[in-house]
């Protein structure tokens, strides 16, 4: 059975840093588009980053330059490096695999950025 198990949440202040896991229980993961999404209260989920199976990344306009994503194909794990932390990254975080039309989604792990 697949599973996406993200770690790594929790209570953060602004300007603090977290490092999301998400272990993936997947045959051939190192084929799968590997990305983080989140989701705020009353707001739709988002795309925050992907890597490809070629280690290429992609982030959303609000945390380039303070986030990064990576993944340990040995592991089959993907991380997200998250720096200078606002209170507008307050949110679920979702981890999540495709490949063509095969879609896994974590259940999630909250983030909150608050003094």
């Known amino acids: 059975q697949v599973q996406l198990v993200e770690s790594g949440g929790g209570l953060v202040q602004p300007g603090g840093s977290l490092r999301l896991s998400c272990a993936a229980s997947?045959?051939?993961?190192?084929?799968?588009?590997m990305g983080w999404y989140r989701q705020a209260p009353g707001k739709q989920r988002e795309l925050v980053a992907v890597?490809?199976?070629?280690?290429?990344?992609n982030y959303q306009e609000s945390v380039k330059g303070r986030s990064a994503i990576s993944r340990d194909n040995a592991k089959n794990t993907v991380y997200l490096q998250m720096d200078s932390l606002k209170p507008e990254d307050t949110a679920v975080y979702y981890c999540n695999a495709k490949l063509n039309t095969i879609e896994y989604w974590g259940q999630g792990t909250q983030v909150t950025v608050s003094s």
């Open positions: 890597v490809n199976s070629g280690g290429s990344t």
């Open positions: 997947i045959n051939l993961f190192r084929l799968y588009t």
